[in-house]
């Protein structure tokens, strides 16, 4: 044995620990206690919290990560920050339904790979806290997926687990009949209640019905929804046979706006006898707008008809987010100008999903829950918002988001309406408590906090031996 090699080998490995040690150590000095009732108070702002049937002007208190007082005037001095959301919307945390985020395994022009995306990039900016990763793996990959993306996010990340063991890698995989099995997939959902929260079918180009027999076999396993993408459109197996015949009660169908597979009817251009079936037997209509499942010429006459959605989502990849649909307050702003309301499109992006995917807890603001919450903004203006044909119709009025709370703690804010002037004299809160109500750097004032302005040195000003080259 060399030992020299050894000796070096735990010198370094000590010097790693203690490094990560001082590393630990340096994180910030305990905080005291705060004796108020509350960490943070949104003041002002006008709330709508559809489970809880609140639609006015509202104050919400925030203590230890919880939503812990909704009430109309709630005194400033309670809490030991507060911001300011006169003229703004406050809402739960949003709900994404249809996503798609298993990236960083290398894989090329795959779901379970490069077309997915890292959720904290693009979730928080808009005020989504929860996303549902749909279908991108199944039972064979599910442990990769949680240990590169669920378990590393500040989004709240969940799954709805692929019928196809191999997960959505590519036509090649999601057309193997073999490598769909319920009961495995089913088992492997319950390891992990309340993150995986439903079973996915998606792009099967086939005729037979062995995908959605065998889904629905998982979800009864595990006692969870599935949800359904219908792949190809082929006359052995119509979605009206899909809805009458397969799909329970509870189960949802996205992409319903997209008119590909007979959701539209040909002589009324309203909704199909498939469409007004699943309403009837109480299976869910999701947008899952994507790259090309959102078209006028459908959406139009079905709003028209009176059929509008029962959840927005986005199908999230790097196909959608850079073509028409881009985020979900843009699938929210083409429901506006298709007539719904302000309430209508928080509703169906808080508590509808949270109710589809039974995970009630999430997309509220009860006493006692999670305080996950965002503030939007109403941009008035002339905007254009285009399909998967890139048409265009024309609306007044976008969403803007421009304060995300996860866990009670300020992650996103577009305007700094959290934040205090650059040259106040002293804070506006008490910096040594920070920790308890954002996640950005407070810098402190005053003589005890440190010097107000930090030192900096101008690049010209540097000695030429350590200039840049």
Not at 84 to 108: C, F, M, N, R, S
Not at 135 to 160: A, M, P
Not at 173 to 182: A, C, I, K, R, W
Request: include cysteine.
């Amino acid at each position: 044995m060399n030992i020299s090699r050894c000796t070096t080998a735990a010198l370094a490995t000590l010097a790693l620990c203690s490094s990560f040690a001082f590393s630990q150590r340096r994180v910030g000095p305990t905080m005291p206690p705060n004796p108020l009732p509350y960490d943070l108070l949104i003041a002002n702002g006008h709330v709508l919290d559809d489970k809880n049937h609140i639609d006015a002007m509202m104050d919400v208190g925030i203590k230890d990560g919880k939503i812990a007082a909704v009430a109309p005037h709630i005194d400033h001095a309670q809490a030991l920050k507060t911001v300011d959301a006169k003229g703004l919307y406050v809402t739960p945390g949003l709900i994404d339904l249809h996503t798609h985020v298993y990236t960083g395994t290398g894989e090329k022009g795959s779901y379970a790979g490069d077309l997915s995306i890292y959720p904290d990039g693009f979730t928080l900016r808009n005020g989504v806290t929860t996303i549902i990763d749909a279908g991108s793996s199944g039972w064979r990959n599910f442990d990769d997926f949680k240990d590169k993306i669920i378990d590393r996010q500040k989004t709240r990340v969940l799954s709805e687990l692929n019928i196809v063991g191999s997960g959505m890698r590519g036509g090649k995989y999601e057309d193997n009949l073999d490598d769909m099995d319920g009961k495995l997939t089913g088992e492997k959902a319950k390891q992990f209640p309340g993150v995986i929260v439903g079973i996915k079918s998606a792009h099967f180009t086939g005729p037979e019905w062995k995908p959605y027999e065998q889904a629905e076999i998982a979800g009864k396993i595990a006692n969870i929804p599935v949800m359904i993408d219908f792949g190809a459109n082929r006359i052995e197996r119509p979605l009206y046979d899909l809805v009458t015949k397969y799909l329970e009660p509870g189960d949802i169908y996205t992409h319903c706006f997209s008119g590909l597979r007979r959701e539209q009817d040909a002589e009324t251009g309203g909704p199909s006898a498939a469409l007004i079936a699943m309403r009837k037997r109480g299976i869910y209509c999701d947008i899952g707008m994507g790259g090309g499942s959102f078209s006028w010429t459908v959406a139009i006459p079905l709003m028209k008809a009176g059929y509008h959605p029962d959840s927005l989502s986005t199908d999230l990849h790097v196909g959608s987010m850079n073509s028409a649909m881009k985020d979900i307050l843009g699938v929210a702003d083409r429901m506006l100008l298709m007539g719904e309301t302000i309430p209508e499109v928080f509703a169906q992006m808080t508590s509808h999903p949270a109710h589809e995917i039974r995970q009630e807890q999430y997309g509220n603001l009860s006493i006692g829950a999670g305080a996950d919450v965002a503030l939007f903004s109403i941009e008035k203006g002339s905007f254009g918002f285009t399909d998967m044909y890139n048409t265009k119709a024309m609306g007044t009025q976008r969403i803007i988001c421009e304060l995300t709370l996860r866990d009670g703690k300020i992650v996103y804010d577009l305007n700094g309406i959290s934040a205090d002037m650059w040259d106040a004299t002293k804070h506006s809160a008490d910096e040594s408590q920070s920790r308890r109500w954002t996640t950005f750097n407070e810098r402190p004032f005053g003589a005890t906090g440190g010097k107000k302005f930090p030192q900096s040195v101008p690049v010209g000003s540097l000695p030429s031996a350590t200039k840049p080259q």
